[in-house]
């Protein structure tokens, strides 16, 4: 890898991997800094590369190379990037206290969480065994007798796989879109939230530094995203994940609109957490609730696209839940996650920390403050410079009418409690999110409970990509509201973007195109064989 000396007063700029080669941007860079601490860390640019060159680079040699591997040997690649990883686990807990102002605890839920799906793929990919071709269902006669007929399969996009992703998840958010790529053949660009950017790099130059994959299949863009879409050709596919506003601009830019170019969104999401009718406070479902809003609301300082938005209880319930939800947030010590006695560090930056202080705002206009920690003092951090926030639970007895709690996300520590009449009234509001990556429901053991539960599950479905539900039986097991299991399918409808990601093997069919081949039996029978 080239080496950059740069001036005594200027800190490391990190280098793209593109066509091949490690490149240094031409143009400005633009610092990354420690949101506690405030000082500069890194620099990143993209200027001046070659971004047409260097795709066309990732489709011809890294695709072509990806592509004559089987299944299995794939999925052994996936394997060997995980002990990189794990190998070096400990520089991406430094890089992430430093870059993203994460406890240990949350940047596990980045650094780990991104391991472990890795390893899930590498095992689902193994047992796909050593096969070029996926198979799409049987053969269908398409004449009598069986001598003419279609059989559909599944053969890896011809193209290249461009990431663009959101500053929150800067380990997961690669691996989790990575893996099951690079499990069908596809290779990929990744072009990672410039404020964070350190921690993807430093896990893409770990990887190709290790020789692990084929040459052009694994590139990093770092820096301004102009010109990424436009070097996009038909058969390659675009995963964002980020704001509403972006995805709304990727729709329109013609590499999507006339180019074809497939495309999948993850976008922001008012998710919510439900307790059941019929709960009373002290109940198991009533503290399980408790518990886990309090936890949302604080991991990641609130910076989850899963985490609870908004809080459902039966409003006889409303002040108890307050109540005991404040308590609960109470404990939380905010400050720099260096200090042990630190349970959330800070948002990623102070443009972040403005952001959620503009939507806090906007929301207290039209709701009421049930719990504010933001009197405390910041534990070893100066609020001047410190990017960190305390957490705040809001709340309207007026759930009908206070539209803007159902549309809002601040995306921090903040969430609203909600009052609902009944059943049907709580699925009502629940779905005024206009589609949500994932909602929660807390009720009871037994059969009445778990008949209503599973009712409320298959109602919200048509409006949620995950709807997670949570009894006293499996509170030990269960996977949390808000984390993202690569067994489990990850995406929303509506508001949340349309997208779908993970959920095993079916990520998979984003990387692949279905196809029909039709002919004689003999024909289908190579197909077949080939599968
Ligand atoms: P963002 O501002 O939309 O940025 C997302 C990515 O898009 C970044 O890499 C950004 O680059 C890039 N970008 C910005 N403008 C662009 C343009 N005109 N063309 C191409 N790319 C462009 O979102 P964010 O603030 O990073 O992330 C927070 C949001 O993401 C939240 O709303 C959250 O809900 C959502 N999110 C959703 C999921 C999910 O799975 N559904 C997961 C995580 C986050 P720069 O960083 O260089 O600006």
Known sequence: MTIITLPPSCTELLLNHLGGRWTAGTGDATPLFDPVLGTELVRVDATGLDLSGGFEHTRRVGGTALRALTYRARAGLLGAIGKVLQANRDAYYEIATANSGTVKNDSA?????????????????????????????????????????????????????????????????????????????????VKPGTSTAWLTQRMVRDVVEAGILPPGALNIVCGSSAGLLDALRPFDVLSFTGSADTA???????AVAERSVRVNIEADS??????????????????????????????????????????????????????AIGARLAKTTVGNPRNEAVRMGSLVSRAQLRSVQDGLATLQQHAQTLFDGRG???????????????????????????????TTEVFGPVATLLPYRDAAHARALVARGEGSLVCSLYGEDGADSAHALADTALDLAASHGRVHVIT???????????????????????????????GGLRALNFYHRRAAVQGSAAVLGGVQASA
């Not at 709304?248 to 013609?254: E, I, K, V």
């Not at 609730?289 to 319930?317: D, N, Y």
């Not at 001047?384 to 957490?391: M, T």
Request: net charge negative.
């Open 376 to 406: 405390a003092a910041l534990i070893d951090a100066d609020p001047a410079i410190a990017a960190c926030i305390a957490p705040v639970l809001l709340g309207t007895r007026d759930a009908d009418g206070t539209d803007i709690v159902h």
């Open 270 to 323: 008012v998710n919510s957490a439900v307790l059941m009718p019929g709960a009373v406070p002290g109940s198991a479902a009533f503290d399980l609730l408790v518990k886990e809003v309090a936890r949302e609301m604080t991991v990641k300082s609130g910076q989850k696209c899963t985490a609870i938005r908004r809080i459902f209880v039966p409003e006889a319930l409303y002040d108890a839940a307050a109540e």
């Open 248 to 254: 709304a601009l990727l729709r329109r830019h013609p």
């Open 472 to 502: 006293p039986e499996v509170a030990t097991l269960q996977s949390g509201h808000g984390n993202v299991m690569p067994q489990s399918l990850h995406g929303g409808p509506g508001r949340a973007g349309g997208g779908e990601e993970l």
């Open 109 to 189: 839920v980045d650094i780990d969480g991104a391991i472990y799906t890795l390893g899930t793929y590498a095992r689902l990919g193994d047992a796909l065994g050593d096969r070029l071709t996926l198979l799409d269902g049987d053969a269908t006669p398409l004449a009598k007798g069986g001598a003419f007929g279609s059989q559909h399969v599944q053969v890896p996009v011809q193209g290249l796989a461009l990431f663009i992703n959101a500053f929150n998840f800067p380990a997961w958010g690669l691996w989790e879109k990575a893996a099951p790529a690079l499990l069908s053949g596809v290779p990929v660009v």
